[in-house]
């Protein structure tokens, strides 16, 4: 890999940890609870996934554990609008 993919590759990355969030496929999950065993932070994502909406804890490091840890491929990261407080006035 070239110096040039790679820095593509990890600037892409780093955006999605800073403008993703963690997001389930409710009816994928089985409820087996890996994810929240493996969350550093003791956040609920078994009960995220369940509920089917996405993992807006402010105290979530978007480290991925839970991501690659899913035996089912349930959670997934995807770019969100989370920090933009715009609101449209039309």
Avoid: Y
């Amino acid at each position: 890999m070239g110096l040039k993919n790679w820095i593509s590759a990890e600037s892409t990355r780093r955006q999605v940890i800073v403008e993703g969030q963690v997001v389930p496929d409710s009816a994928r999950c089985v409820q087996c609870g890996m994810c929240t065993f493996h969350c550093p932070i003791g956040i609920d994502i078994r009960r995220h996934a369940w509920r089917g909406v996405p993992v807006k804890d402010s105290r979530c490091l978007t480290c991925g554990e839970c991501v690659a840890r899913c035996p089912r491929g349930v959670l997934t990261f995807k770019k969100t609008n989370m920090f933009n407080n715009k609101i449209d006035t039309h």
